[in-house]
């Protein structure tokens, strides 16, 4: 119970996949906040890192007051930082993590369902009502690269102390080659917010070599109903082309670790394999390494729907001018 004068306040910490409410009062301090979530997670102060956390433009100090920082009620903070036995464990193979199963064989209802009556009218009201807050304006003659983040980009499970630790290994020479012939586009199954925080702390969103387009978050997806696996969410590429004339199926490429992601469009997805348990995996992962080549390869197809993107890492240019570029690109990412 707070003290007389002051007011109770309550902050919603997001870390490694749980949600810790942590009471404080107005009069409570930065450091006040951190021992607390030290108390509920184990993460000691100097090690957590609370996105989105901003005063006068920067990290507040620990001796800033809560009532300064004018957050609304039930703020959400997402923060990075590990304990320190899973520091120690950091070389040693995880024992604990259960295997996750986020994928299945949607194929048999990939026809039917991208062409229902009732799916197209939802991408229709998408079209309509959806807001898009468009960063860079799509350039003239460029295709699209739709990319998700979580396990794609981005191993949102594991747990560091910055963002990097995390990131999936040429990301940022991955986007900087596809952006010379492809406008770039963020979908997440996540709320806007973290989107732009985890484009941010990852070194997206300002990099000057290359530039996103906008980005699209769990709104401006739909629910589709398939005979086998009930109810499920999925991005449809309809919504963009709705809005964007220049996009089509003929020009666009979407990358998701999750192939139902695409069912409304499965012609135009690639499953990407995904991106887990970073500590162990970032020194040998080389997956965007290889997609830069496949993207820079087909960048002058007319069009995609010629292409069948399941069998990608067979895929192999007719043009000799083409292997070279490729081959440029793996030399300039594979420098480290």
Do not use: C
């Not at 490694?16 to 009069?27: C, H, K, M, P």
């Not at 010379?180 to 989107?195: F, L, N, P, Q, R």
């Not at 004339?245 to 469009?265: A, G, L, P, Y």
Request: hydrophobic content about 35%.
């Amino acid at each position: 119970m707070a003290g007389e004068g002051q007011k109770d306040q309550t902050v919603i910490i997001k870390w490694s996949g749980n949600v810790y409410n942590i009471a404080l009062t107005d009069s409570s301090t930065v450091a006040n906040m951190k021992d607390t979530i030290y108390k509920e997670t184990g993460v000691r102060p100097e090690r957590q890192k609370l996105l989105g956390l901003k005063y006068k433009g920067g990290v507040p100090a620990d001796d800033v007051v809560i009532s300064e920082l004018k957050l609304k009620p039930n703020t959400k903070i997402m923060m990075m930082g590990s304990r320190e036995e899973e520091l120690d464990k950091v070389k040693e193979p995880p024992t604990d993590l259960p295997e996750v199963i986020n994928d299945f064989d949607i194929e048999e209802d990939e026809i039917a369902i991208e062409n229902r009556e009732e799916y197209l009218s939802k991408i229709e009201k998408r079209v309509r009502d959806y807001k898009i807050e468009v960063f860079n304006p799509p350039r003239e003659g460029k295709k699209l690269l739709v990319l998700d983040i979580d396990y794609t980009l981005f191993d949102h499970r594991s747990v560091a102390e910055t963002a990097n630790e995390l990131m999936r290994p040429f990301l940022h020479e991955f986007l900087q080659s596809a952006y010379e012939d492809y406008d770039i586009v963020i979908w997440s199954a996540t709320g806007m917010k973290w989107i732009n925080v985890k484009m941010k702390e990852l070194g997206v969103t300002d990099n000057p070599n290359y530039k996103i387009t906008f980005h699209l978050d769990s709104s401006a997806m739909i629910s589709v109903h398939t005979p086998k696996y009930g109810v499920i969410e999925v991005k449809p590429l309809g919504v963009i082309w709705g809005k964007y004339k220049q996009w089509t199926t003929k020009n666009t490429i979407m990358f998701d670790d999750i192939r139902r992601n695409f069912i409304m469009n499965p012609q135009n997805g690639l499953r990407i394999k995904a991106f887990r348990e970073a500590h162990q995996n970032r020194m040998k992962d080389r997956e965007l390494l290889k997609l830069a080549k496949y993207l820079k390869d087909i960048s002058t197809v007319e069009d995609f729907t010629t292409l069948n993107h399941r069998k990608w890492e067979k895929y192999r240019s007719k043009r000799k001018h083409d292997h070279s570029d490729g081959d440029n690109v793996s030399e300039s990412m594979n420098t480290d």
